[in-house]
């Protein structure tokens, strides 16, 4: 089951790495927020990770979507709350 806390500790989360992701010029940066999504989705509700992925394994997880992919969740998930 899904909380309505785990939706919203996840957008928050989600909402503020994208927010400073898109605005960052590092590359440094940049990896270092794709890897703390990453450690983030290893810990949040299965259930929940499934649901934003769509059946992607790959979801938040490839360098190459990450800012397509970051988006997406943050939409589907303010949708949810």
Excluded: C, P
């Excluded at 010029?25 to 450690?39: F, G, M, T, V």
């Excluded at 989705?41 to 934003?52: A, F, G, N, V, W």
């Amino acid at each position: 089951m899904i909380t309505k806390d785990s939706i919203e500790t996840a957008y928050s989360f989600l909402h503020q790495k994208r927010q400073v992701y898109i605005h960052s010029q590092l590359d440094w940066q940049k990896d270092d927020i794709e890897y703390a999504i990453a450690s983030y989705i290893d810990e949040m509700s299965q259930e929940l990770y499934d649901m934003i992925a769509n059946g992607r394994d790959d979801f938040l997880r490839e360098h190459s979507r990450f800012q397509e992919d970051i988006t997406k969740a943050v939409e589907l998930l303010e949708n949810m709350l």
